[in-house]
């Protein structure tokens, strides 16, 4: 009667197992990497244009509005706290 190792039977099918899980995975990443790439290639998005200037929005009513906001906030806050 042939004497079976059971550790050596369970490290085979491990093998096997995460070898299958491990080449399914890539061929997964290929794919979307193929289907990202016809998509680009075929459905382009149109970029948004960047200005050049940024715009500066902080001025000194902006600065102040919110100054007011954060004081009006604590207030209400330590209002409702006791």
């Known amino acids: 009667m042939a004497e079976v190792n059971y550790v050596v039977e369970a490290l085979k099918f491990m093998v096997l ?18 289907q990202a790439f016809l998509i680009e290639k075929y459905f382009p998005q149109n970029a948004p244009k960047v200005s050049a200037t ?19 906030a604590v207030s209400e806050f330590r209002k409702t706290k006791s």
């Open 17 to 34: 197992g995460m070898g299958v899980v491990f080449l399914f995975l890539v061929t997964l990443v290929q794919f979307i990497k193929l």
């Open 54 to 72: 940024p715009k500066v929005s902080s001025t000194d009513e902006d600065e102040q509005q919110r100054v007011a906001a954060i004081i009006a």
